[in-house]
């Protein structure tokens, strides 16, 4: 079942074209992620959706309600967690917490008991007193999260939320954002992380200046990347004296001696190793590790972006 | 219901965090006390009781104005504001709540020199319901352009400058330092355009028992004023912070 659908979005800041009519929709309890370089239309995008920005054009609807002409209905139902963290310096954590609950017409022993609960859930319960400006960067990530579904909200919404952490900190929010799915919460997660799409989402859009690219689930956007075929060799002996010859002797395949003791085969048929192996072992040299090498979302982003960006940037120069 | 408690909650938020600090706590008594102290010295046979209105009239402006817009300045730049402007309450009740922080101060603002007066005059002639409500609706109306000139600016010092720049030719040609049928015509229709004539016309009434207009146009014209400013303030957050 739909529960977002964004038809034709628009952005314009001027003369800037921020969003350029995109359309996507989003499943109910699916992590949605919007992959894209800084300043692609991620944050604009988001901010129409939670009623902080009007789009110039366009439709979007969120359980069932549209979110431009209806901002408070849907604000009602949504949790966000923007870029940048947007808690009071000199409240403490429990009352950060309280105070965002009583935005959303929550009883005193009711959000009381909500912050307790999920100061708790995200081990804060001993930073609870304190004010949030003693903070580390995780913690505040991990406190505005917390107040972002202080409400219970049906989707929650994500920007950036890993940016400028640490390491342990990330890994804990990407584990809250998974355990958040595994309650049937939908989520909308904006990210210039590969690795953590690939990682928390079930389905991705890529987003270059204000276009999406290519959207799809992760094993998707992967298979249709998957045109060429990469196998590392790792041998005993060095390559570098055989570079010529190797490369006579196998022209189907293209090879790149990464260093003396490893080899790079790409094709785009399936590599038959064994003629390699025989031939390298008539050289005297043993191969010890074949390793098939599968594209990673990077691959597909590099490739998908790299050219689309340059259609775009050559359309404008076209129009101009 | 909800509603109210989100109302409740910012309002005693703002008076928890920002009201209350000592700084504030500080400007709010010594700067109404400062200033009847300086008319004192340099009238020394004036009447206290004279100087009220004006000082009354003075406080309200200079605390209300300058406090709204630092604090709403301040969490605009620290994100904070957006935490409030995605809550599901209608825009109307999020002004009206900040502005009740500031009406607050304000009032508090007012009666220093109230106080300060009922140690050295009698004040039982005073109408206290017409100076209740023009000093709530110097408040309100100050309070106002508070927001307005927040809502223009990014920096909290900006907020400081710009506000000067309304509070200080409002203070001379409301009719507070010099009688308004003293000034040249041509400065005439702009005090008129001015909320703080009628509010200071209102207190000059209630207080000394002269005044240009009847209290009831007055307050009249300041409610209006406050109606213009809330719709205008509305509309600006709209526009400027709802991109």
Same mark, same amino acid.
């Given at each position: 079942m739909e529960v977002v659908s964004v038809t034709n979005l628009k952005k314009k800041y001027g003369e800037f074209l921020a969003v350029d009519h995109i359309s996507f929709s989003i499943k109910q309890g699916e992590v949605f992620g919007f992959l894209g370089p800084n300043g692609a239309g991620k944050t604009s995008t988001i901010n129409m959706m939670i009623g902080l920005s009007r789009p110039t054009g366009g439709h979007i609807e969120i359980f069932g309600i549209d979110a431009v002409k209806d901002v408070k209905k849907v604000q009602r139902i949504i949790g966000v967690v923007p870029d940048e963290n947007n808690l009071y310096d000199e409240m403490n954590g429990f009352d950060n917490l309280c105070f965002c609950a009583s935005l959303y017409g929550i009883s005193k022993a009711k959000r009381e008991k909500r912050a307790v609960e999920l100061l708790e859930q995200f081990n804060l319960t001993d930073a609870g007193k304190r004010p949030f400006k003693t903070y580390s960067k995780g913690m505040k990530r991990k406190l505005t999260i917390a107040a972002a579904i202080i409400h219970d909200p049906k989707i929650l919404f994500l920007d950036e939320p890993t940016t400028g952490i640490d390491v342990e900190s990330a890994r804990q929010i990407r584990e809250l954002i998974l355990h958040l799915k595994n309650q049937g919460k939908t989520i909308f997660i904006t990210t210039h992380y590969i690795e953590e799409a690939q990682r928390v989402c079930d389905r991705i859009a890529f987003i270059v200046k204000g276009r999406i690219v290519k959207i799809g689930s992760v094993r998707e956007l992967l298979e249709n990347t998957e045109q060429e075929h990469k196998l590392k060799l790792k041998v005993a002996g060095s390559l570098n004296e055989l570079s010529g010859e190797l490369k006579n002797h196998f022209q189907n395949f293209k090879l &790149?001696? *990464?260093? &003396?003791n490893s080899l790079l085969i790409t094709s785009e048929e399936r590599v038959t190793l064994s003629p390699i192996i025989r031939w390298l072992d008539s050289k005297g040299i043993l191969v010890y590790e074949a390793r098939e090498i599968k594209p990673s979302l990077e691959d597909v982003f590099v490739k998908i972006t790299g050219s689309k960006a340059a259609q775009i940037s050559g359309k404008e120069k076209v129009e101009m | 219901m909800e509603t109210a408690i989100a109302f409740w909650n910012i309002l005693k938020k703002d008076i928890k965090n920002y009201y209350l600090k000592p700084p504030n706590i500080s400007w709010g008594i010594i700067f109404p006390l400062s200033w009847t102290l300086m008319q004192l010295i340099r009238s020394p046979n004036m009447e206290i009781i004279e100087l009220l209105p004006g000082l009354m009239a003075m406080s309200v402006l200079f605390g209300t104005t300058s406090m709204l817009a630092v604090t709403i300045t301040f969490e605009k730049r620290s994100h904070s504001f957006d935490r409030l402007l995605l809550a599901p309450i209608s825009l109307g009740i999020l002004v009206f709540a900040k502005l009740s922080g500031a009406v607050i101060f304000g009032l508090v603002n007012a009666f220093v020199p109230v106080v300060f007066a009922a140690f050295f005059t009698d004040l039982s002639g005073i109408n206290w319901p017409i100076v209740i409500i023009a000093v709530i609706l110097i408040a309100i109306t100050s309070a106002l352009i508070g927001l307005l000139i927040a809502v223009s600016v990014k920096e909290v010092f900006e907020a400081q400058t710009l506000s000067n720049f309304f509070r200080f030719p409002m203070l001379f040609l409301c009719? *507070?330092?010099?009688p308004i049928e003293h000034l040249p015509a041509i400065l005439k229709p702009i005090t008129f355009c001015l909320p703080l004539t009628y509010g200071t016309d209102a207190l000059n009434r209630a207080i000394r028992g002269s005044s240009i207009f009847y209290p009831t146009f007055n307050i009249f014209i300041t409610l209006v004023f406050s109606v213009l400013l809330f719709c205008l303030c509305q509309r600006s957050i709209k526009k400027n912070w709802i991109l």
């Open positions: &790149e001696i *990464l260093d &003396e | 009719g *507070l330092f010099m």
